[in-house]
């Protein structure tokens, strides 16, 4: 068994405390609110805040904490074996649009840095997608082909600066890493600076689109602004029905010390063994932090901690220098045709815009989504706007879009038909959670570890799905659309914007039944 450290925590939340914002308690009228303080909307807030626009920053709980707060941190254009699909799917001209904005996102990043000084760990550094299977490197010869086509500095090669063999690789130069946090708490600083507001501990519940839109928070206060941004990792709010074409996924991370001449020198990717991607990042004089991540799986589904000792074993076999220090995990979603939804929210919209579906790769997406949005606010063109469209759809999207429903309708309705996770309450062991039915109702009933249990709807407020429990993160989690919850019932993660409901356990009284 791995012995792990003793915080749950990502490196860059370790590293990088940011200071407090209030929460909103009053009504407020701005030009733009932007609703989620990751990377999208903090790029977004401080790309209009550059061009004019009076800013309202909303963040459900602290900002570049969320998703973004738990990153592998890769500014890349290489996001896995993407250019040959998108070759089939939107043509040449579509993949070189979809590079384009990716590489301009990774130069954009340094400059930014340059012009305000910041102090990230940005490392220039090539980015491989590699495969150990010799049945597989014909594939990876044609993705060269297609990012090659696309304008990128692609080409196939068989030799890394990995401790083990592969049978092939595409290697992209010109890529970079970084330390998230760094810079996004220095863009937020400058935001500030430049009269944005940013309020924290402030969840928006509802959303009224009109000229102007009206926003809602859970306090009650209210928000009127002449656009709106949701840039809340999934969208809180369904109109768009985009729930139908996104599927989440979580990935684990284990982060170790290694020798600095032991150091890979790159970003490593590879879609075999369930994912495996590895990279470092600066940790002293003598040493670098080997950051691996990997064993990809829909919320709600498989034991977290039997996974999380998967990868940590890969780890220790690869690198066997290394020393585990730190573990975390992610989460993001994924669009029914690979490329993710920037813009309009839906087909009604006028003031209304949404990034989401960045499929795992987040940090390029999130900056290229902040000088998209603001193109789109501020009335300019840009190239690769329609490739981004949320109002696209595309006849090959139709399989993907109908497996990922196929997913829901099989928790929805046979989580449902199952007895129970566990027959009775006494059966949780203290520090694990399951799901019980009490008094004819399904219940989630967590037991912490001086033994009292607590006990919620097990019901995601979204739209109905059974929650399951995380044994690693010690939460509930909607397999459905990916909501996730304390074992309070607290909201962690949206879509869903509304807290389990507490549930009485027998001799209780006084919750909701």
Known sequence: ??????????????????????GLTGD?????AVVGGGVAGICTAWE??????????????????????YTTAKLSSQHGLVYAQLRKSFGVEGARRYARSQQEAVEYVGRVAAEL???????RLPGYAYVESAEAVERLRTEADAAREAGLPASFVTDTGLPYPVAGAVRFEEQAQFHPRKYLLALVADLVGQGGKVYERTRIVSLH??????????????????????????????????????EPHRELVVAATIPVDRDPGGMYVTPEQNTRSVRTAPYGEDQRLLIVTGEKFKPGTG??????????????????YARITHRWAAQDNSTTDQVPYVGRFHPGARHVYVATGFGGWGMSNGVMSGRLLTAHITGEELPWASLYDPRRLHPREAPSLLKAQGSVLKHFVGDRLRASHVDSVEEIAPGSGAVVRIGGRRCAVYRDESGEAHAVSARCTHLGCLVHFNDAERAWECPCHGSRFDTDGTVIQGPAVRPLEPRALPGETGASD
């Open 1 to 22: 068994m791995t012995r792990w450290p003793g915080s749950y925590e990502s490196y860059w939340m370790e590293t990088a405390e940011g200071p407090r914002h209030p």
């Open 28 to 32: 407020l009228e701005v030009d733009v």
């Open 48 to 69: 209009l805040a550059r061009a004019g626009r009076s800013v309202a920053l909303l963040e459900a709980d602290r900002i570049a904490a969320g998703v973004t707060g």
């Open 117 to 123: 000084g910041i102090d990230c760990d940005l490392e």
């Open 209 to 246: 689109e009109g000229e102007p839109c009206r926003l809602t928070t859970e306090g009650g206060a209210e928000v009127v602004a002449r656009d709106v941004v949701v840039a809340t990792h999934y969208p809180v709010f369904d109109r768009a029905l985009m729930f139908s074409r996104l």
């Open 303 to 320: 034991e977290v901690g039997e996974r999380h000792e998967r990868l940590a074993a890969w780890t220790e076999e690869r690198f066997p």
